[in-house]
């Protein structure tokens, strides 16, 4: 009955399933029409998928640091504000980042783009002033909703939300241009960066390029100049690119369920930066996986020393203190996680069952109950009310004898 961990995705953390189910909360909905940004506020947690075009990630967490914030590859329960990094475009298909925005839309967290993250901490000037509502520019430019967003979240226009400006509104009649000759919106995406400031493209004339064998590739004016593809620029590198390119391995060796060697690849990622703490969360999910649990004890325990606030850490360990038989200690992680997010379902639910087999039955009722407060409807919400059941069947047959 005990519920699995979470399973984030992308950059993200990734616990190691156990026997629960995946409930994980990715990213929220782009807030649209909070107007000017403002600085980060004091105790935001912010998460990064994709690595940052322009920016290197460590100096990005080192001002989030000095803004009394917190800045973290990948999405945790107490992520707060999420940025959508540029290079994501080039990791993943236009089905797969719908899907993820899709996804995050409905977790409550706000969306970012780079930009937009550069301009909350004050390091981007904000462009030029502006007055155009988002439903203006879409009446205006007759540009999809979801197109709009999407573009906005990776930067193809001046500004990343409303209040447009006369500039973006030209540039989004330009990309409904673009959609309505076949391109998609990631194509536009992934070829406006190409070619300099976005708002310098208000002044040359877009095509889609499929009479040179590509649908959905733009060309410039007299379609010899591709914006998408090798015939112009490459995007800029940071520098921490070989950091990122190690992740993004040590992901797809983890997806792949080699462990051995995305353990391997974690600890090269924590070697470059040993203050990563979802790095080391990560190799301990792998090292669980490939049952080195001694191994996978220390990275966790790592983990919680980098970052004393992250639950999922805190759960993990709990459920591998339960598979040694180390109940006390599963019993401690587990209350701690509670602590840190009384919200927290699957920490309740396997705080319960873990006091149920311990043979406390009021305080295995007491769990239960609280869970079926945060969950009334699914399969474990039916679990908790059996339990419940049967304590009280229990509780009644001892009050009788």
């Given at each position: 009955?005990?519920?699995?961990s979470?399973?984030?995705?992308?950059?993200?953390?990734?616990p190691?399933?156990?026997?629960?189910?995946?409930?994980f909360?990715?990213?929220?909905?782009?807030?649209?029409g909070?107007?000017a940004?403002?600085?980060?506020?004091?105790?935001?947690?912010v998460?990064?998928?994709?690595?940052?075009?322009?920016f290197?990630?460590?100096?990005?967490?080192?001002?989030?640091?000095?803004?009394?914030?917190?800045?973290?590859?990948?999405?945790?329960?107490?992520?707060t504000?999420?940025?959508?990094g540029?290079?994501?475009?080039?990791?993943?298909g236009?089905?797969?980042?719908?899907r993820?925005?899709a996804a995050?839309?409905a977790?409550?967290r706000?969306?970012?783009?780079e930009?937009?993250?550069l301009?909350?901490l004050?390091?981007?000037?904000?462009?030029?002033?502006?007055?155009?509502s988002r439903q203006?520019?879409?009446d205006?430019s007759?540009l999809?909703?979801?197109?709009l967003?999407?573009?906005s979240?990776?930067?193809?226009?001046e500004?990343?939300?409303?209040?447009?400006s006369f500039?973006?509104?030209?540039?989004?009649r330009?990309?409904?241009?673009l959609?309505?000759?076949?391109?998609s919106?990631?194509?536009?995406?992934?070829s406006?960066?190409?070619?300099?400031?976005?708002?310098?493209?208000?002044?040359?004339?877009?095509?889609?390029?499929s009479?040179?064998?590509?649908?959905d590739?733009?060309?410039?004016?007299?379609g010899?100049?591709?914006?998408?593809?090798?015939l112009?620029f490459?995007?800029?590198s940071?520098?921490d690119?070989?950091?990122?390119?190690?992740?993004a391995?040590?992901?797809?060796?983890?997806?792949?369920?080699d462990h051995e060697?995305a353990?391997?690849l974690y600890?090269?990622?924590?070697?470059?930066?040993?203050?990563?703490?979802?790095?080391?969360?990560?190799r301990?999910n792998?090292?669980r996986?490939a049952?080195?649990a001694?191994?996978?004890?220390?990275?966790?325990?790592?983990?919680i020393?980098?970052?004393?606030?992250f639950?999922?850490a805190w759960?993990?360990?709990?459920?591998?203190m339960s598979?040694?038989?180390?109940e006390?200690?599963?019993?401690?992680h587990?209350?701690?996680?509670i602590?840190l997010?009384?919200?927290?379902a699957d920490?309740?639910f396997?705080?319960?069952?873990?006091e149920f087999?311990?043979?406390n039955?009021?305080?295995?009722r007491r769990?239960?109950s609280r869970?079926?407060?945060?969950?009334?409807s699914?399969?474990?919400?039916?679990?908790?009310?059996?339990?419940i059941?049967?304590i009280?069947?229990q509780?009644?047959r001892?009050?009788a004898?």
């Open positions: 009955m005990k519920r699995r979470l399973r984030p995705r992308a950059r993200a953390p990734r190691r399933k156990t026997r629960s189910r995946p409930i909360s990715r990213l929220s909905a782009r807030a649209k909070d107007g940004h403002r600085h980060n506020t004091p105790g935001s947690v998460g990064t998928i994709g690595a940052l075009a322009a290197p990630l460590r100096l990005a967490a080192r001002e989030v640091e000095r803004q009394h914030g917190q800045l973290r590859r990948g999405v945790t329960r107490r992520t504000h999420v940025v959508f540029r290079t994501y475009l080039a990791k993943a236009d089905a797969e980042i719908e993820r925005v995050e839309h977790a409550g706000k969306l970012i783009s930009n937009g993250f301009r909350l004050g390091l981007m000037k904000a462009p030029e002033a502006s007055a155009l203006s520019l879409l205006q007759r999809a909703a979801d197109a967003d999407l573009l979240l990776f930067d193809a226009f500004h990343d939300c409303e209040p447009y500039r973006d509104l030209i540039l989004a330009k990309y409904a241009g959609v309505a000759g076949g391109a919106w990631g194509a536009i995406a992934r406006v960066h190409r070619s300099g400031p976005v708002a310098s493209l208000t002044a040359k004339s877009l095509n889609v390029g009479q040179h064998g590509r649908a590739a733009i060309y410039l004016e007299d010899q100049s591709e914006l998408d593809g090798q112009l490459d995007l800029g940071a520098d690119d070989t950091l990122e390119e190690l992740f391995d040590a992901e797809a060796a983890e997806a792949a369920e060697q353990a391997v600890q090269r990622c924590l070697s470059i930066d040993p203050t990563d703490a979802i790095a080391a969360f990560n301990a792998c090292l996986a049952g080195r001694a191994e996978a004890a220390h990275d966790y325990a790592r983990a020393k980098l970052d004393p606030g639950v999922e759960f993990n360990l709990a459920g591998l598979d040694e038989g180390r006390a200690s599963a019993r401690r587990l209350q701690k996680a602590v997010d009384a919200n927290y920490a309740v396997n705080l319960a069952r873990l087999d311990a043979g039955l009021a305080e295995a769990n239960w869970y079926l407060e945060l969950d009334a699914s399969e474990w919400a039916r679990m908790a009310a059996k339990g059941q049967f009280d069947l509780l009644a001892m009050s004898g």
